[in-house]
């Protein structure tokens, strides 16, 4: 089975996932909202990628 490679993160995406985390998600919901690997998300809050980049002021969508 081919497996399916996770999209890059962008500098946007960071931000809503610093933003996310804060809010008190786990990382798999995190990436699942997202479309993403779990791996990435860790990445990111692990502050191996993106650790400048400050958190979103609210995500763009509604998370019901």
């Keep these: ?4 490679p ?13 933003l996310m985390r804060a809010e008190g998600l786990y990382m798999h919901q995190i ?5 993403i690997n ?3 998300v860790s990445e990111v809050i692990s502050g191996k990628r993106f650790a400048k980049q400050p ?4 995500l763009p969508f509604n998370f019901d």
């Design 38 to 40: 779990q791996g990435r």
């Design 55 to 58: 958190p979103a002021e609210q």
């Design 1 to 4: 089975m081919k497996r399916i």
């Design 6 to 18: 996770s999209p890059p993160v962008t500098a946007e995406m960071a931000s809503y996932i610093k």
């Design 31 to 35: 990436a699942q909202a997202l479309h």
